[in-house]
């Protein structure tokens, strides 16, 4: 197989990579292009297949599994106040979209609603949805979906 029919299949695959984000048609696709040279060099359809398989089995039963732990590697800790960001809070003074207490584990924060439009009585159970400065921005969990 000519060359040139390799380096068309690599950019094919490597379209479908573009799509997918998947790793597997890159791979694939650096196997069609070590399969072009090998054509270049004049080797023959069955060299041309067998340094593909090779290529391909190397990519993705070597490099794939490696580059997928890298990529699934736990997220930074949040550290400081970003890390109540997603944490349940207990209103220990009314909260409006102005002012209020809450209780963030076991700490008194300042607090506002995050719809201005509530007023969230003490006692009810809040989510802290951000930080802004030493203000918890809560919204009540009755509200949530």
């Not at 694939?28 to 340094?51: E, P, Y």
């Not at 008194?108 to 930080?131: F, H, N």
């Not at 802004?132 to 009540?140: F, K, Q, S, W």
Request: aromatic content about 6%; hydrophobic content about 60%; overall charge negative.
């Amino acid at each position: 197989m000519p060359w040139f029919v390799w380096l068309l299949a690599a950019a094919a695959l490597g379209v479908a990579e573009f799509f997918t984000l998947t790793l597997v048609f890159a791979l694939l696709a650096g196997a069609a292009l070590v399969a072009a040279v090998v054509a270049g060099v004049g080797i023959g359809l069955l060299g041309q297949l067998v340094a593909l398989g090779a290529a391909a089995a190397a990519g993705l039963l070597v490099v794939r599994p490696a580059a997928l732990r890298q990529m699934t590697r736990a997220p930074l800790v949040r550290e400081g106040s970003d890390a109540l960001i997603g944490k349940r809070a207990v209103v220990t003074q009314e909260v409006t979209a102005s002012r209020g207490l809450v209780k963030i584990s076991g700490e008194e924060w300042s607090a506002r609603a995050l719809d201005e439009s509530l007023a969230i009585p003490v006692g009810a159970l809040v989510d802290v949805m951000e930080i802004e400065g030493a203000t918890a921005v809560v919204y009540p969990r009755d509200l949530l979906p």
